[in-house]
C-alpha cells in the first residue's frame, strides 16, 4: 500500500500565501503522476494541479497564474504553492499519487486524508 500525509493547510487572509506538501510513502514502486484535487460540501472534487514523473503540469483555469506544482522525485514529495489566494479557494485539498506498488501491478490512484485551506475576505 501507498500512503500520502499532507501537510500545510490552514487559514489566509485574501491575497495571501500557503504551501501545501504531501509525501508519498509505504510500498511505492514507482510514481507515474501526482496531483492536488479539492473539494467543497456539494460539489464533485475538482482536479486543480497535476505534474507528471517528467515534469509536465497542468492547471486548472481557476488556478492559473497563481498556483505552481513541483515534485521532488528521490523524496516522493508534491508541493502546491498558492499565492493570490481568494476565498473561493476554500475547500478542502486532496493529494492524489498514480502509483505503482511493484514493477508488474497496474497504475493505482491513492488519495491522501484531505487538509483544509481557508481564505476569508
Known amino acids: 500500500q501507498v500512503q500520502l500525509v499532507e501537510s500545510g493547510g490552514g487559514l489566509v487572509q485574501a491575497g495571501g500565501s500557503l504551501r501545501l506538501s504531501c509525501k508519498a510513502s509505504g510500498r511505492v514502486f514507482s510514481i507515474n503522476a501526482m496531483g492536488w484535487y479539492r473539494q467543497v460540501p456539494g460539489k464533485q472534487r475538482e482536479l486543480v494541479a497535476a505534474?507528471?514523473?517528467?515534469?509536465?503540469?497542468y492547471y486548472a483555469d481557476s488556478v492559473k497564474g497563481r498556483f505552481t506544482i513541483s515534485r521532488d522525485n528521490a523524496k516522493n514529495t508534491v508541493f502546491l504553492q498558492m499565492n493570490s489566494l481568494k476565498p473561493e479557494d476554500t475547500a478542502v485539498y486532496y493529494c492524489?499519487?498514480?502509483?505503482?506498488?511493484?514493477?508488474?501491478?497496474?497504475?493505482?490512484?491513492?488519495w491522501g486524508q484531505g487538509t483544509q485551506v481557508t481564505v476569508s475576505s
Open positions: 505534474i507528471t514523473i517528467g515534469s509536465s503540469t
Open positions: 492524489n499519487a498514480r502509483a505503482r506498488t511493484v514493477a508488474a501491478a497496474p497504475l493505482y490512484d491513492y
